[in-house]
């Protein structure tokens, strides 16, 4: 079946909803864990995203209420005109009695905007009721977070929500406003990147997020806990990061600090037992195809009967073209199911589209009657030709780790590629990797290039010590290797 998408750049917000307590755990003390969940879809001056907002609130808090630590509280707010000072009004009444060793998680949902400040990317939340809006920028966000005690753990599902920490644009800052220890933040998109909702075959918004879809499937019991990648019943922030970038590819996540190893979700051996989701254990062969390779290789699991079809939706021009989709059925029986068990697939690129070298979107979806429904979207990178990538690293020229800060690269390069990058110092000796062969991934930036980040510990997780810094990359096309370095970056000590 060929199922029409329709992309809208989501950039997400609140009647409000009421709270929910659930029971402390009594046999072992941990963190005490509380939520603040708030989304929009009724605007005046954007696009109306009913009912994937809520969607995205409401599919979220089932996934927490399944977290092994048990939540305290969770709040709900959705469709509200939040003015600054409402805000740090609900962030209090949600969040306020949490303690030094307490966690809270504040999730948005709603239209992301940008606005020029400082020589900056400003971002903001349009919340609304539909009939009056307000924004909520990074000032207010923090203004209104900051004195929470414990940790805050932001989740941003937006357009241009890197913005919030600075990641994902050519702009190279080492800090952001939620810089230091109280505050992590996860974002669905890099600075100058849109996010996306989905749709049902007629078009009608009757989802989520993909970002959202991707997230609550990586943390819950129908998505197998995809997220936890050693299987050790607890998902850090670092595991949900790179779950979100395999099943999530049409905007680049980000996160702050980098390689946080905070848990965000725990879970027991016997939630495994309650049954997973109809698609789970995504595995790609190869995330860059070359100039030789003519298909897109991958395998998943099915864990029940279904309709099983693939869509690639290529880029152009910068833009997905959601309603150009090169649509492939997965032969079933003669009414379409599937069995379950390992699955391996093959997807040629369309004839039209034999000289493509940029960038699409695999579409894995499921279809029941006359619905469709996306269970990952990672983003494939073709380079068909071989002419030099023009490799270019910019740096921030210093940072301090003991604050928190970060040192930024942008690397310079065109067309897709699989990039290495590691950190030397200035003896040459190998410090940390960023990257391992790792595929690019689009991020909306003039001049095109990749954005790397470290924060300051050596390939031991250890600090390293004050210091000149440089970032080495490579790279091989069609065998002939390709490298390029930056300038010394300057670790300073507390």
């Given at each position: 079946?060929?199922?029409?998408?329709?992309?809208?750049?989501?950039?997400?917000?609140?009647?409000?909803?009421?709270?929910?307590?659930?029971?402390?755990?009594t046999?072992e003390?941990?963190?005490?864990?509380?939520?603040?969940?708030?989304?929009?879809?009724?605007?005046?001056?954007?696009?109306?995203?009913?009912?994937?907002?809520?969607?995205?609130?409401?599919n979220?808090r089932?996934?927490?209420?399944?977290?092994?630590?048990?939540?305290?509280?969770?709040?709900?707010?959705?469709?509200?005109?939040?003015?600054?000072?409402?805000?740090?009004?609900?962030?209090?009444?949600?969040?306020?009695?949490?303690?030094?060793?307490?966690?809270?998680?504040?999730?948005?949902?709603?239209?992301?905007?940008?606005?020029?400040?400082?020589?900056?990317?400003?971002?903001?939340?349009?919340?609304?009721?539909?009939?009056?809006?307000?924004?909520?920028?990074?000032?207010?966000?923090?203004?209104?977070?900051?004195?929470?005690?414990?940790?805050?753990?932001?989740?941003?599902?937006?357009?241009?929500?890197?913005?919030?920490i600075?990641?994902?644009?050519?702009?190279?800052?080492?800090?952001?406003?939620?810089?230091?220890?109280?505050?992590?933040?996860?974002?669905?998109?890099?600075?100058?990147?849109?996010?996306?909702?989905?749709?049902?075959?007629?078009g009608?918004?009757?989802?989520?997020?993909?970002?959202?879809?991707?997230?609550?499937?990586?943390?819950?019991?129908?998505?197998?806990?995809?997220?936890d990648?050693?299987?050790?019943?607890?998902?850090?922030?670092?595991?949900?990061?790179?779950?979100?970038?395999?099943?999530?590819?049409?905007?680049?996540?980000?996160?702050?600090?980098?390689?946080?190893?905070?848990?965000?979700?725990?879970?027991?051996?016997?939630?495994?037992?309650?049954?997973?989701?109809?698609?789970?254990?995504?595995?790609?062969?190869?995330?860059?195809?070359?100039?030789?390779?003519?298909?897109?290789?991958?395998?998943?699991?099915?864990?029940?009967?279904?309709?099983?079809?693939?869509?690639?939706?290529?880029?152009?021009?910068?833009?997905?073209?959601?309603?150009?989709?090169?649509?492939?059925?997965?032969?079933?029986?003669?009414?379409?199911?599937?069995?379950?068990?390992?699955?391996?697939?093959?997807?040629?690129?369309?004839?039209?589209?034999?000289?493509?070298s940029?960038?699409?979107?695999?579409?894995?979806?499921?279809?029941?009657?006359?619905?469709?429904?996306?269970?990952?979207?990672?983003?494939?990178?073709?380079?068909?030709?071989?002419?030099?990538?023009?490799?270019?690293?910019?740096?921030?020229?210093?940072?301090?780790?003991?604050?928190g800060?970060?040192?930024?690269?942008?690397?310079?390069?065109?067309?897709?590629?699989?990039?290495?990058?590691?950190?030397?110092?200035?003896?040459?000796?190998?410090?940390?990797?960023?990257?391992?062969?790792s595929?690019?991934?689009?991020?909306?930036?003039?001049?095109?290039?990749?954005?790397?980040?470290?924060?300051?510990?050596?390939?031991?997780?250890?600090?390293?010590?004050?210091?000149?810094?440089?970032?080495?990359?490579?790279?091989?096309?069609?065998?002939?290797?390709?490298?390029?370095?930056?300038?010394?970056?300057?670790?300073?000590?507390?």
């Amino acid at each position: 079946m060929r199922a029409r998408w329709l992309s809208l750049w989501l950039c997400l917000c609140l009647v409000l909803l009421p709270s929910f307590a659930f029971p402390e755990e009594t046999e072992e003390k941990g963190p005490a864990l509380r939520a603040l969940l708030i989304s929009a879809d009724r605007f005046v001056t954007m696009p109306e995203t009913t009912p994937s907002s809520y969607n995205n609130v409401a599919n979220l808090r089932r996934a927490l209420l399944l977290d092994a630590r048990g939540y305290q509280a969770i709040r709900a707010v959705v469709n509200q005109a939040i003015s600054p000072g409402d805000f740090a009004d609900l962030a209090q009444e949600a969040l306020g009695a949490a303690e030094e060793e307490d966690i809270s998680l504040i999730y948005f949902s709603s239209h992301g905007l940008l606005t020029p400040q400082e020589g900056r990317l400003n971002f903001a939340l349009l919340m609304s009721d539909g009939r009056r809006e307000t924004l909520l920028d990074s000032r207010v966000l923090y203004e209104g977070l900051k004195d929470i005690k414990g940790t805050k753990v932001l989740i941003i599902d937006a357009c241009y929500s890197g913005a919030a920490i600075h990641k994902g644009d050519e702009m190279l800052a080492v800090a952001s406003l939620f810089t230091g220890e109280d505050f992590k933040v996860l974002t669905s998109a890099g600075a100058r990147e849109p996010s996306f909702l989905w749709t049902d075959p007629k078009g009608a918004l009757s989802g989520g997020s993909y970002f959202a879809q991707a997230l609550v499937a990586g943390l819950g019991v129908q998505g197998g806990f995809a997220a936890d990648a050693n299987r050790d019943g607890v998902i850090t922030l670092t595991e949900l990061l790179f779950h979100q970038r395999l099943y999530y590819g049409a905007s680049s996540p980000q996160l702050y600090p980098e390689g946080d190893p905070l848990p965000v979700f725990t879970y027991q051996a016997s939630q495994l037992a309650q049954g997973a989701g109809v698609i789970t254990d995504l595995s790609l062969t190869n995330q860059l195809l070359g100039p030789d390779e003519e298909a897109i290789r991958f395998s998943y699991t099915l864990n029940q009967p279904a309709r099983v079809a693939y869509q690639l939706i290529y880029q152009h021009q910068g833009h997905w073209r959601f309603d150009m989709p090169q649509s492939i059925a997965q032969p079933g029986d003669k009414g379409g199911l599937i069995s379950p068990g390992r699955k391996e697939a093959a997807l040629r690129l369309t004839a039209s589209e034999d000289a493509l070298s940029g960038y699409l979107l695999m579409l894995l979806i499921t279809v029941e009657e006359d619905r469709a429904f996306p269970q990952a979207s990672p983003v494939m990178a073709v380079r068909r030709g071989e002419e030099d990538p023009g490799l270019l690293v910019s740096a921030s020229p210093a940072f301090k780790p003991g604050r928190g800060e970060e040192a930024a690269f942008f690397i310079r390069h065109e067309g897709p590629l699989a990039l290495s990058a590691v950190i030397r110092d200035a003896s040459g000796q190998l410090m940390a990797t960023l990257l391992a062969d790792s595929a690019s991934r689009p991020l909306h930036l003039v001049p095109e290039g990749s954005t790397v980040y470290w924060n300051g510990l050596d390939r031991l997780g250890q600090p390293a010590p004050p210091g000149e810094y440089t970032l080495h990359v490579t790279t091989q096309i069609s065998g002939k290797p390709y490298a390029a370095e930056s300038r010394p970056v300057t670790l300073l000590g507390p």
